[in-house]
C-alpha cells in the first residue's frame, strides 16, 4: 500500500540529517541503506535488462560471479527485431516476476539507447537506431516489468552510444539530433510508462557529466517531461556527489563506504547545499521503498516452466529471415535426406552478450538436438570451429567441409562473438575462423543456410551471395535453439523484421569518421542522419534495409488512406495475404515533409502495427501517427514545434519497401521567429509585420533617391545583400537606415 505524502513527510521529519545523507546512497554493491529505527527499508537492486541476475553471492558487478538462475530471454538486438510492443510487455511482465520471487526491488532495465554505430559494445543491450520504435518497445517491457509491483531503471541516460572512454567520454550532439534522435526515445517512455527510476548514464553530454546535468535530470526529465520517480546513477558514474544531488541525482550506487554521504552533510551545514534539495531526494527514495513493498514479501515464485516457453516465443518473433532464393527455406521436416549442421554456435549456442546484463539460464536449449528432434532425416554434425578462437582450424574446416559434401542440405551456423560492455567492437566482419569454414563449406554443398547468431550487425556483403538463404538468429536467449529450428522447417513462419540496417560496408556507415571519437570528446558529425535516415538520404546501397524481413508467405497493400485529425494522422490500409501459409506482417509507417524549411531526413518511421493473415485474408489495419511524433526541435524557438504542409505518407514493409503512398495536408505551428538588429534584411521582410513595416521605409528613401534603398527594394538587389543583418547595413555609408530607425523599427514591433 503506498504511504501518503504526509506520511512521507512525517517520516522525513524523524531523520537527522546523516540519516536523511545516508538514504542517497548504497549500501553495498547492489543494496540501498535502510534506516530501521524509522521504518525505512533496504532495497536490493539488480541487473535485468533480459534476465534477472541475482548475484547469489559477493559484490559483482560484471559477472564474474555466480548469479541464481533465471530465464534468458533474448537481448534487446532479438526483441527490437520482433516489431511487437504487446509481447515485450509480457516478457517484462515474466522479469518482474522473477524479480519479485527474488526479492529484488528495481531491475535495471530496459535499455533504450540508440545504435548510434554498429561498432557499439552494448548494441545487443539496445533495440534500435529508431527513436519511435525504441520508444514504443521500451515502454512496453517498463509496463510489464512494474505491473508486478517491481521498478524499472529506464537506462542509460543519455546519449550512451559506446563503450570506448565511456567513463569520461563527451557526447557532443547539436540540438536537434539531440532531442530528436537520442531523447525522444526516452520521452516517449517516461510519457507512456513512468518508469520507477531513471539511470544517469557515465558519460559526459556537451562537456557536462550526465550525473550532475541540472538540465538533463531537473530541467528536461522532470520540468519538460514530467517524471516523477528517482533518479540512480549507473554504478560508478558519480563525478561530484553533491553537485550531483543538486542537479536532481538522487540515489548514488554503489556504495562509497560513506564518503559521499559526508560530502552531502558537510555542504549542508556549510550552506554550500541546501537542506531542502536533500530532503527531496530523500522523499524520493522513501517513495521508491514504498512502490516496491510487494517485492520485499517472502514467499514469491514463478513459473519456471511458462517463461521458458515465452522465451521460445519471443526467440522465434525476434529471428529475421534476411534472404530465401527460390524458396530454399523452409525444409521439409519430412524429408529423409541427410542434414549437415555445421558450426559450434549449433551445439554451444551463443545466446546473450557479455558484461553487467550476464544471465545464468534456468536451463540451455541448443539447435542441434532441435534439429535432430525436428527432423525425420540423418543429421550430421561438424563443429568447424572452435567457439573464442578467430584463427581458422584446417583440421575441424576439413571435416566440415566433409560432412557438407556428403549431405543434401547444410545448414552453417556463424557468428561474431565481440560484443560486450567495456568495449567496442573493432570491425563488423565475420571472424576469419567462420569466413574461412563459410567458403569450404560453400564450395562443398552450395545448398546452404547460414544462421547468425550476433548481438551486432555483421557484414554479409562478399558472401551472402553465395548461399541461398539466410536467417539472422541475433542472440535469442535461453531458448533459441528450438526457436531456430522451428524457422527453419517452417513451424514457425519468421516474422522478425531489422531495428537497425546491415551496411554493406563498415565505411558507409554514418558515425564512421566520428566514432569513438578522441581525447575524451566524440562528435555527433552526422546529426539527424542516423541509421537509415542516413543511408536513405545518400541514397547508399545497404545489404537489407532497416524494417526489413522476409516471410514464407507474401502480403500486398491497397487503398492506403492518410486522415489528419486533432491526434495526428490516421493512417488505414489493406493487407492481403496471397501465400499458402498463415503469417504476420510487420506494417510500417513512414512519413516526409517535401519542401520543408528544415532539414529533415528523406524518410522516417512514425509509427507501425502488425496483423496476423491466414491465406488469402485481407484485413485493414490502421497506425496512429501522433502530432508529437511529426514535430521537430526548433534550435532558434528552443521548443517542439510541428510544421505546417503536405505530409507524405509511405506505407510498407521496410524503409525501402514502401507499397503505397498518400498526401495529407497538416496545419504547423507559428514558426515565425523573433527579429532583432541582428536579423537579415530578409529575415525582416519575410517577417509578416517587420516587412511591411521595413518596405515602408526603404520605398519612402528610395523614392527621395537613395540608391542603396532602390537597391534594397529589388528583388536582384536583394539577391546580393539580402543576407546582411540590418545593423551592418545600417553602418554603410549612405545608408536609408540608421541605428536609430532600426531601434525604431523594433520598438514598433514590441508596441503591437
Known amino acids: 500500500m503506498t504511504t501518503s505524502p504526509e506520511s512521507h513527510a512525517a517520516k522525513l521529519a524523524s531523520l537527522s540529517l546523516e540519516e536523511k545523507a545516508s538514504l542517497t546512497s548504497g549500501a ?167 518508469p520507477w527510476t531513471v539511470m544517469c548514464s557515465y558519460n559526459r553530454i556537451n562537456g557536462v557529466y550526465a550525473s550532475e546535468d541540472p538540465w538533463l535530470l531537473t530541467d528536461v526529465l522532470r520540468g519538460e517531461w514530467g517524471y516523477t520517480g528517482l533518479v540512480v546513477s549507473d554504478w560508478g558514474a558519480v563525478n561530484d556527489r553533491v553537485a550531483g544531488l543538486a542537479a536532481g541525482l538522487d540515489l548514488e550506487m554503489p556504495s562509497s563506504g560513506g564518503v559521499t554521504d559526508a560530502q552531502i552533510v558537510e555542504a549542508v551545514k556549510n550552506g554550500t ?108 554434425f561438424a563443429p568447424g570451429y572452435t567457439t573464442g578462437d578467430d584463427e581458422p582450424d584446417a583440421a575441424l574446416i576439413a571435416e566440415a567441409a566433409e560432412a557438407a559434401r556428403a549431405a543434401d542440405t547444410v545448414v552453417l551456423f556463424l557468428g561474431s562473438e565481440l560484443e560486450s560492455e567495456g568495449y567496442d567492437r573493432k570491425n563488423i566482419a565475420l571472424p576469419a575462423a567462420h569466413r574461412a569454414l563459410l567458403d569450404a563449406v560453400v564450395e562443398a554443398n552450395p545448398a546452404t543456410a547460414v544462421v547468425l547468431s550476433n548481438g551486432g550487425v555483421v557484414q554479409t556483403a562478399g558472401w551472402d551471395h553465395l548461399v541461398p538463404a539466410v536467417l539472422e538468429g541475433w542472440l535469442l536467449g535461453q531458448a533459441g535453439g528450438p526457436a531456430t529450428a522451428d524457422v527453419l522447417f517452417g513451424l514457425t513462419n519468421p516474422s522478425g523484421r531489422l531495428a537497425e540496417t546491415i551496411p554493406a560496408r563498415l565505411q558507409d556507415t554514418p558515425a564512421y569518421l566520428d566514432f569513438p571519437g578522441e581525447l575524451s570528446r566524440v562528435r555527433y558529425g552526422e546529426g539527424l542522419f542516423v541509421g537509415y535516415r542516413y543511408y536513405d538520404a545518400r541514397e547508399i546501397e545497404v545489404s537489407y534495409p532497416f524494417g526489413h524481413g522476409l516471410s514464407y508467405t507474401a502480403f500486398e497493400y491497397a487503398n492506403l488512406t492518410a486522415e489528419a485529425d486533432d491526434g495526428g494522422i490516421a493512417v488505414r490500409v489493406e493487407v492481403t495475404n496471397t501465400g499458402d501459409r498463415e503469417g504476420r506482417e510487420i506494417v510500417q509507417a513512414y512519413t516526409a515533409l517535401p519542401g520543408s524549411e528544415f532539414v529533415r531526413p528523406r524518410r522516417e518511421l512514425k509509427g507501425f502495427a502488425a496483423v496476423d493473415l491466414a491465406p488469402g485474408e485481407t484485413q485493414r489495419v490502421e497506425i496512429r501517427i ?117 531601434s525604431t523599427l523594433l520598438e514598433s514591433l514590441e508596441a503591437e
Open 28 to 194: 553495498d554493491f547492489w543494496n540501498t541503506k535502510p534506516v530501521p529505527g524509522a521504518g525505512v527499508p533496504g532495497m536490493l537492486l539488480t541487473d535485468g535488462p533480459h534476465g534477472v541476475r541475482r548475484q547469489a553471492e559477493g559484490d559483482d558487478h560484471v559477472g564474474l560471479n555466480a548469479s541464481v538462475p533465471a530465464t534468458c530471454f533474448p537481448p534487446a538486438a532479438g526483441l527490437g527485431s520482433s516489431w511487437d510492443p504487446e509481447l515485450l510487455e509480457r516478457v517484462g511482465a515474466a522479469l518482474g516476476e522473477e524479480a519479485r520471487a527474488g526479492g529484488v526491488s528495481v531491475l535495471l532495465g530496459p535499455g533504450i539507447n540508440i545504435k548510434r554505430s554498429p561498432l557499439g559494445g552494448r548494441n545487443f543491450e539496445y533495440l534500435s537506431e529508431d527513436p519511435v520504435l525504441t520508444g514504443q518497445l521500451g515502454a512496453a517491457l517498463v509496463a510489464g516489468i512494474q505491473s508486478k509491483g517491481v521498478g524499472a531503471s529506464l537506462k542509460h541516460f543519455a546519449v550512451n552510444n559506446q563503450e570506448s572512454d565511456r567513463v569520461r567520454v563527451s557526447a557532443d550532439v547539436d540540438p536537434r539530433p539531440l532531442r530528436e534522435v537520442y531523447l525522444r526515445g526516452f520521452q516517449k517512455v517516461v510519457g507512456a510508462a513512468q
Open 273 to 380: 547545499l541546501d537542506e531542502a534539495v536533500l530532503d527531496t531526494a530523500a522523499v524520493r527514495v522513501l517513495e521508491l521503498a514504498d512502490r516496491t513493498e510487494a517485492a520485499r514479501e517472502a514467499g514469491g515464485s514463478y513459473d519456471a516452466d511458462a517463461h521458458h516457453a515465452l522465451a521460445l516465443e519471443a526467440a522465434r518473433r525476434s529471428i529475421v529471415l534476411l534472404k530465401n532464393e527460390d524458396g530454399f527455406l523452409p525444409l521439409d521436416p519430412q524429408a529423409t535426406g541427410r542434414i549437415a549442421v555445421v558450426g559450434e554456435y549449433a551445439r554451444t549456442p551463443r545466446y546473450q552478450g557479455g558484461g553487467s546484463s550476464l544471465v545464468n539460464p534456468t536451463r540451455l536449449e541448443n539447435a542441434l538436438d532441435a534439429i535432430r528432434e525436428v527432423s525425420a532425416g540423418e543429421v550430421a
Open 626 to 742: 501522433g502530432r508529437e511524433d511529426l514535430m521537430i526541435w526548433h534550435p532558434v524557438l528552443e521548443r517542439w514545434v510541428l510544421e505546417g504542409g503536405d505530409y507524405q505518407v509511405e506505407v510498407g514493409a521496410s524503409s525501402r519497401d514502401l507499397r503505397q503512398a498518400a498526401v495529407v495536408r497538416l496545419d504547423g505551428h507559428d514558426l515565425t521567429l523573433p527579429l532583432g538588429p541582428g536579423s537579415t534584411l530578409e529575415e525582416w521582410l519575410a517577417h509578416p509585420a517587420g516587412g511591411p513595416a521595413l518596405s515602408s521605409l526603404l520605398e519612402q528613401a528610395a523614392a527621395e533617391g537613395n540608391q542603396l534603398a532602390a537597391m534594397l527594394t529589388d528583388p536582384e538587389g536583394r539577391s546580393l545583400i539580402g543576407n546582411f543583418p540590418l545593423n551592418r547595413l545600417a553602418a554603410f555609408p549612405r545608408s536609408p537606415l540608421t541605428a536609430d530607425s532600426v
